[in-house]
């Protein structure tokens, strides 16, 4: 392990013990079967391949805005009707604005956290309704 200046000690751990491992592009659940979400991407683009970033965050690498586009319409799809889903981003690199518009769906509300006020929190409600029935036929 490589000393860290950012801790007392010199050193710290990131351990990641998930009960279930899957592409967030492509879930492997059911069309809605959560009434709530969570979506945390990578926000980063510029990291090392062995920085703490890196491995605690993950990095945007290739046609990240297609995944994304893919992650939000995934979360939705996974959404019960009326379900919430909460998305964070931090636009220390790419601009909230930019993200949004990767979904068509529009956000009730959002509050900043953090710092310097980078840090979202988005909440989105699945719309239901005869209109989205019909679109889904």
């Given at each position: 392990m490589a000393a860290d200046c950012s801790v007392k000690n010199g050193e710290r751990q990131i351990v990641v013990n998930?009960?279930?491992l899957a592409?967030?592009?492509a879930?492997?659940?059911?069309?809605?079967?959560f009434a709530l979400v969570v979506f945390d991407p990578?926000?980063?683009?510029?990291?090392?391949d062995?920085?703490?970033l890196l491995k605690k965050y993950g990095v945007l690498r290739g046609d990240w805005r297609e995944m994304l586009r893919l992650g939000f319409a995934e979360c939705f799809r996974v959404l019960r009707i009326e379900g919430t889903l909460?998305?964070?981003?931090?636009e220390i690199e790419v601009p909230l604005r930019e993200i949004l518009e990767l979904t068509p769906e529009q956000p009730l509300f959002g509050h900043r956290t953090g710092r310097q006020a980078k840090t979202h929190w988005?909440?989105?409600m699945k719309a239901g309704?005869?209109?989205?029935?019909?679109a889904k036929k």
């Amino acid at each position: 392990m490589a000393a860290d200046c950012s801790v007392k000690n010199g050193e710290r751990q990131i351990v990641v013990n998930p009960d279930i491992l899957a592409d967030f592009t492509a879930l492997p659940f059911a069309a809605e079967t959560f009434a709530l979400v969570v979506f945390d991407p990578p926000h980063i683009q510029r990291s090392g391949d062995t920085s703490w970033l890196l491995k605690k965050y993950g990095v945007l690498r290739g046609d990240w805005r297609e995944m994304l586009r893919l992650g939000f319409a995934e979360c939705f799809r996974v959404l019960r009707i009326e379900g919430t889903l909460i998305f964070k981003w931090n636009e220390i690199e790419v601009p909230l604005r930019e993200i949004l518009e990767l979904t068509p769906e529009q956000p009730l509300f959002g509050h900043r956290t953090g710092r310097q006020a980078k840090t979202h929190w988005v909440a989105f409600m699945k719309a239901g309704g005869q209109g989205e029935q019909t679109a889904k036929k």
